[in-house]
């Protein structure tokens, strides 16, 4: 399953999944919370073991999503700079489509060979419509994974503690525990201040646990 989801994902796609099913998680226990003022840890468990899962599901799906948008939108600039009434014309979509965020990085010359190169791939590349690729499908069930391999831990507290009340406070310590790994890898992989890094996702957590001790979780 590790191999299976790291061929999926990169990186950086694996520690952004990851960081953001935590919070999430965090805050299904203050929504599961609400209004239960009664429930067990079984409940809770089923509770918050659901919002996980159909978190996945949907963030899984999300990712095909924005796939196949990504490569609607790549097949849109081949056809717009083929169809380009001259080449002046197709640079200049090309540079509408890279400037934004490449423009800082290059010098002039740089950004006019790029365009080149651009122009000229498009030029041999066949036009294409969006569509659904195999890839992108396991890639959405890579993310469905990692986010439920992630938040797992998170809900074992109801399973072995009887006590709402103190499953929840340990579900929350367990997360936030993951949040300060979790940044920790991420400052390794991006090259920041692993301290810096790994405690502001931890006080992102702190701050979700006290919403949910706010809401009567």
């Not at 919002?51 to 056809?79: H, P, Q, S």
């Not at 740089?110 to 651009?118: A, D, S």
């Not at 929350?172 to 300060?180: C, D, G, K, P, Q």
Request: positive net charge; glycine residues 10%; aromatic residues 8%.
């Amino acid at each position: 399953m590790r191999v299976f989801i790291q061929r999926y994902l990169d990186p950086a796609g694996r520690l952004g999944e990851v960081v953001f099913g935590l919070i999430m998680a965090l805050g299904f226990t203050g929504a599961v919370r609400v209004g239960q003022d009664d429930a067990n840890s079984r409940a809770l468990f089923i509770g918050i073991l659901g919002c996980n899962v159909a978190w996945a599901i949907v963030d899984g799906v999300m990712y095909v999503l924005t796939a196949v948008f990504e490569n609607g939108r790549k097949a849109r600039l081949v056809r717009d700079v083929r169809a380009a009434a001259s080449e002046t014309a197709a640079l200049r979509i090309i540079g509408k489509e890279f400037d934004d965020w490449l423009g800082p990085l290059l010098a002039a010359d740089e950004r006019r060979r790029l365009h080149q190169t651009v122009l000229a791939a498009a030029r041999r590349t066949a036009p294409t419509w969006p569509r659904v690729a195999r890839d992108d499908l396991l890639g959405g069930v890579a993310v469905a994974l990692i986010i439920l391999l992630s938040t797992l831990p998170i809900v074992v507290p109801y399973l072995v503690i009887r006590n709402a009340t103190v499953a929840v406070r340990l579900s929350s310590l367990v997360a936030l525990i993951e949040l300060f790994l979790v940044g920790a890898w991420w400052a390794r992989v991006v090259g920041g201040r692993w301290l810096h890094i790994a405690s502001g996702l931890t006080l992102i957590g702190v701050v979700l646990v006290f919403i949910t001790i706010a809401l009567g979780g």
